[in-house]
């Protein structure tokens, strides 16, 4: 049993006696690191919440923040990685099933799916059977409900062979007068609605907050099963109800199962509760423990007013939406559980949902140290041209199509930009306007595992950059962190190193941290780390969807130029490790006021409508993101590295591949090249106008008067589309 003998020790204090089997599984469920987030809980307060645009920040299920004046947009990131790490299908399902659920949490309908993927290497064959389970997974529940699949990010390696990091997130919207925010009262009706209690998931959430045992078939119990034809029917029914103004306050059946939604809901809000679970509707029969703590999908509470009861009951019929009244509030602060008559539990609410805080031990492994001083020494450069398809065809950089294609990325008909066209999905209101949002979720295991502080910083970044590539103004991230085992000084280090920096960047670009996931744990069966990782998602404003921007190249003799300055920053980059097989090294520098100065520029110069296409510069620097434009418009380019503003350069592949933050590359409309130079010159952005767009497929560079990489867009563009051949192939 997860709890240790000081956890139960302190929980014969709470009741003054000895606990009930009963109560013992809903303190086990209730206190473990997945619900409670006892050992993060205390530096979580670092991160800023607070913004004039939040509506509903930490501590629901789901945040809300105001997009517009009348309309916010609800969102939210969630692990499912050790499901999925035991049953790749049905883990990543389900973990779409509940993330969707949390924006249902306050009415919003959801519109959007995201998919952050950080998993082995397509050549190892169990890796391989994992990403194809975990894909389908999310391709299948995504599609039957009805929600795109719109954005993501994908990383592969290694250290991911057996325990992947599967993170999700979903977008919702709604007029800001129509989200849930009441709270229950004394004599408020509790009703489960949705699908029937079985023994799916028994205790998932200590499954979950424990290292995976070496024969993973043993824990496919804990795992859950989905369903999305029922999720779908929630989504519509809960519409309806909250349209009717008939429920005061919505909460999914998640981790935790029943235990968890019935503490969290008293204890925010100071009450108790009796019910009585032989009322619960279920699919087999079940003893009080299971029924306390089953983590069955697609189940929901609902707060309804009594006098209310009979029209709910109308709308959940007409849905044939199953559904059981299994009790309701008081107000003494104590949760009394039933079954058959005979009292099986009474917990006080308030210390069963929030056990105390524990104070970890934190301190910087041996190899941690190697990120804070450039260790590598590189040989003389290689062929330019070598270097940059190798880039291309590598899994972390080749086009995603294998992946996204087997989304319904359109369904609802409010993509904007198409996954693999822009930095971020951008996504229509449908209110009769222009207006709509940006999304998109970034991460970088690689930086996070050499300097977990910059690393996640940089995330932060990275997703700042993204939103603002297609002219969106970012108002909002929120931050999923995984890490190892909380109770290893050295594990929990990454883990408190990535917190600050995620606190420190977003202070510095004004963003507030809303919402987030913490997910310990993820660590192999003999104890190793994965590469800890810093996910962030990120929301913004677009006011007229219409001149929202992509990164292909559209006009010929169009001018191509970077915007911002270039160091020689190669350390933990993508280059490094492809060609040298080096992961070390100084990771590229935040550099946060660059990030605003910059993003300003290229927000006003899309507003004035200078640029026909924007992209960022990450993972695999210049010459990459240069490739990448060429390849989605199909048109050639021509281009001088001695053009490009840079600094402490002595190496050309420096200029060509690192990875330095905070810049953009961007197509400029020939007629407006010189305003273009203008707006620069008045923001003091350094810009550098390094070529232009051909007519023709090749991509040149050159270095005064002699190319320096010289190739057909064909051989770009097949190096691009490897992933599917690799993962297919495995090869």
């Known amino acids: 049993m997860p709890l240790s003998p000081e956890e139960i020790n302190e929980i014969r204090r709470v009741l003054g006696r000895e606990p009930t089997v009963e109560e013992l599984a809903m303190f086990e469920a209730q206190w473990s690191e997945h619900c409670s987030y006892k050992s993060s809980r205390i530096l979580l307060r670092l991160l800023p919440a607070e913004s004039r645009y939040v509506v509903v920040g930490p501590g629901r299920d789901a945040p809300a923040v105001k ?224 029924l306390l703590v089953s983590e069955s999908q697609e189940r929901m509470l609902i707060v309804v007013e009594p006098s209310r009861l009979r029209e709910v009951e109308e709308v959940l019929t007409s849905y044939d939406m199953p559904y059981s009244v299994i009790g309701y509030f008081t107000e003494d602060g104590l949760i009394r559980i039933f079954y058959k008559g005979a009292k099986v539990a009474e917990v006080p609410a308030k210390e069963l949902a929030r056990p105390r805080a524990v104070r970890r031990a934190s301190h910087p492994p041996a190899e941690a140290l190697k990120g804070l001083k450039p260790v590598y020494s590189l040989p003389q450069e290689p062929s330019y041209i070598e270097s940059l398809v190798k880039l291309l065809s590598s899994p972390n950089i080749a086009s995603k199509r294998w992946v996204y294609e087997q989304y319904d990325h359109e369904v609802g008909v409010r993509s904007v930009i198409k996954p693999g066209l822009g930095d971020a999905a951008v996504l229509r209101l449908l209110d009769g306007s222009l207006r709509g949002f940006a999304v998109k979720g970034d991460a970088n295991p690689r930086y996070t595992s050499i300097d977990p502080f910059h690393g996640a910083a940089n995330s932060v970044a990275e997703c700042f950059r993204n939103l603002v590539a297609v002219g969106s103004k970012p108002i909002a991230i929120v931050d999923e962190l995984n890490a190892g085992n909380p109770e290893k000084p050295d594990h929990f280090w990454y883990f408190e190193m990535m917190l600050k920096g995620v606190a420190w960047m977003a202070e510095e670009l004004g963003l507030p941290v809303v919402g987030g996931k913490v997910s310990f744990y993820n660590e192999d069966y003999r104890g190793r780390q994965v590469k800890p990782t810093t996910t962030i998602v990120g929301v913004g404003r677009v006011q007229d969807v219409s001149k929202a921007m992509t990164m292909d190249l559209k006009e010929e003799g169009s001018a191509i130029a970077v915007v911002g300055v270039t160091y020689p920053e190669l350390g933990g980059t993508e280059y490094l490790y492809r060609l040298f097989g080096l992961e ?148």
């Open 67 to 290: 997009l517009f004046k009348d309309f916010v947009v609800v969102f939210k990131i969630e692990s499912h990685n050790h499901p999925s790490a035991v049953d790749p299908y049905d883990g990543a399902a389900t973990g779409i099933g509940g993330i969707v659920r949390d924006i249902l949490t306050l009415g919003a309908k959801p519109v959007a799916l995201l998919d952050m993927l950080y998993m082995g290497e397509p050549v190892d064959p169990h890796a391989n059977w994992l990403i194809r389970g975990i894909v389908k997974g999310i391709s299948d529940y995504g599609n039957r409900i009805g929600v795109p699949t719109v954005a993501g990010d994908t990383w592969f390696d290694a250290s991911f062979n057996t325990q992947p990091l599967v993170n999700v997130a979903c977008v919702g919207v709604a007029p800001l007068n129509n989200i849930v925010l009441g709270s229950p009262r004394p004599g408020d009706l509790i009703v489960i609605m949705g699908n029937a209690t079985g023994k799916d998931g028994l205790l998932g959430s200590s499954f979950a907050s424990k290292p995976l045992a070496e024969d993973t078939d043993k824990e496919i119990g804990a795992v859950q099963v989905g369903d999305p034809l029922t999720e779908k029917l929630l989504i519509d029914s809960l519409q309806i109800l909250v349209s009717k103004g008939l429920v005061k306050y919505i909460k999914d059946l998640g981790g935790g199962g029943l235990t968890t939604a019935i503490s969290e809901t008293c204890a925010d809000h100071g009450l108790g509760a009796v019910i009585e679970l032989d009322k619960m509707h279920t699919r087999q029969k079940l003893v009080p423990l299971e």
């Open 584 to 731: 070390e090294g100084e990771i590229p520098r935040p550099r946060p006021s660059s990030e605003l100065r910059n993003a300003m520029f290229i927000l006003k110069a899309v507003g004035m409508n200078m640029l026909n296409a924007v992209h960022d510069v990450g993972v695999g620097g210049l010459a990459v993101a240069l490739a990448e434009m060429a390849i989605l418009g199909n048109m050639g380019i021509e281009v001088s590295v001695d053009r490009i503003y840079a600094r402490g350069v002595q190496r050309i592949d420096e200029i060509l591949f690192s990875e330095t933050q905070a810049r953009y590359v961007v197509e400029v409309k020939s007629a407006r090249v010189e305003e273009f130079k203008k707006l620069a010159r008045r923001l003091g952005v350094h810009i550098s106008i390094i070529g232009n767009v051909l007519d023709k497929p090749v991509f040149t560079i050159s270095k005064g008067s002699k190319y320096i990489l010289s190739a057909d867009l064909s051989l770009l563009r097949d190096s691009y589309n490897s992933l599917e051949r690799v993962i297919e192939g495995g090869v």
